[in-house]
């Protein structure tokens, strides 16, 4: 019998492998090779991000809200999720804790080393930590109900951290800090709730974090900087709006 919280522990070692190897693969990669290596994962993220984001369209999701409420049940989590978020300054805060790591890690760096640090953090915990499996995994594994899904995350993590390391360096590392702290407390949130949320509740959060992982993919491709760290609490806002919705209706 596994322990509960190993899904959490092989999933952070998965990331710290999986940087140190592309870390060793990027030194000897030429920058436009690193560049279609990050455009690569964009693109994917973008696939993996679209798909969550079908999850709008559940027939269980209609049936607890009703058919005209889900795509505004999305919109809400997102616009009240990020002005929750741009209050508190969460892209800022967490940007500054990615700086702060790059100082205790890596010491003194030349300003392009430290913005690269900084933004391979904030990109891999971002992808590592807003997906379904992160949520429903860490919430199965607190439960008593088998790591599996985090073990299959854990794969999927470790060959993206080789692919991001690539590119942007040791900050992909520091992201198993906050693989650990996010599925950490997700365990933990399992052991005290004794169940999991509603499928109602978990399509509006996986479709709400499909687009957050579109967000993601849009940066790795240099269209545009969206502030996806401060659209993290639709995370939270979206369980919640089902949860009104469903009691109006």
């Keep these: 019998m596994l322990f509960t919280g190993v899904g959490t522990v092989v999933n952070v070692v998965a990331v710290l492998l999986g940087a140190g190897l592309g870390v060793l693969l990027g030194h000897r990669l030429p920058d436009r090779v690193r560049d279609v290596v990050t455009d690569a994962l964009g693109l994917t993220t973008l696939l993996i991000g679209g798909l969550s984001a079908w999850a709008v369209t559940d027939a269980v999701l209609a049936d607890e809200v009703g058919e005209s409420a889900p795509m505004l049940i999305v919109l809400g989590s997102l616009l009240l999720g990020g002005i929750a978020g741009s209050a508190l ?17 890596a010491g003194s760096a030349s300003s392009v080393d430290r913005r690269r640090f900084i933004e391979g953090f904030v990109t891999a915990s971002l992808l590592f930590c807003t997906g ?12 008593g109900n088998g790591a599996d899904q985090l073990f299959l995350k854990a794969t999927h993590d470790g060959f993206a951290a080789i692919a991001f390391a690539a590119s942007f360096g040791w900050g992909v590392a520091a992201s198993a800090l906050t693989v650990l702290v996010v599925q950490g407390g997700l365990t933990v949130a399992g052991l005290v709730l004794g169940d999991v949320l509603p499928d109602a509740h978990l399509a509006a959060l996986t479709a709400t974090g499909g687009l957050l992982l579109v967000g993601v993919g849009l940066r790795l491709l240099r269209v545009r900087e969206i502030p996806v760290v401060e659209l993290l609490p639709a995370l939270l806002v979206a369980p919640a709006l089902v949860a009104v919705a469903a009691a109006i209706g």
């Design 89 to 105: 300054r969460l892209e800022q805060r967490v940007e500054s804790l990615g700086g702060a790591l790059q100082g205790c890690l």
């Design 132 to 143: 379904p499996l992160t949520i429903l995994g860490s919430l199965n594994d607190g439960l």
